[in-house]
Nanobody, 122 residues
Framework: DVQLQASGGGLVQAGGSLRLSCAAS????????IGWFRQAPGKEREGVSCISSNDGSTYYADSVKGRFTISSDNAKNTVYLQMNSLRPEDTAVYYCAADYMPVVLCYDYDYWGQGTLVTVSS
């Protein structure tokens, strides 16, 4: 079965950094896109950043461009999200997700982990 385990969340002060990890198993990692999504209180879930494990192409939401970096370690079946210059509005539960896609998209993913909480204080 497809399993995704997000980790690395925590409490940080505005301007700080955090690195999230998504450990994947149960599927052919190189054939899938992996995405990071977040849901803040009172808001809809949004795509933050997604990556193709096949060719490394990436997507970033406008709100995180220049601050967040997504990367994949195919040998470890793990995707990372390096989060720098964090803002209080980045506070959310962050989920990693996977789907088979020939080209990277950042919506309509089929497989989801349970998420990790990121809290940014001002």
């Amino acid at each position: 079965d497809v399993q995704l385990q997000a980790s690395g969340g925590g409490l940080v002060q505005a301007g700080g950094s955090l690195r999230l990890s998504c450990a994947a198993s149960g599927f052919t990692f190189d054939d899938y896109a992996i995405g990071w999504f977040r849901q803040a209180p009172g808001k809809e879930r949004e795509g933050v950043s997604c990556i193709s494990s096949n060719d490394g192409s990436t997507y970033y939401a406008d709100s995180v461009k220049g601050r967040f970096t997504i990367s994949s370690d195919n040998a470890k079946n793990t995707v990372y999200l390096q989060m720098n210059s964090l803002r209080p509005e980045d506070t959310a539960v962050y989920y990693c997700a996977a789907d088979y896609m020939p080209v990277v998209l950042c919506y309509d993913y089929d497989y989801w982990g349970q998420g990790t909480l990121v809290t940014v204080s001002s």
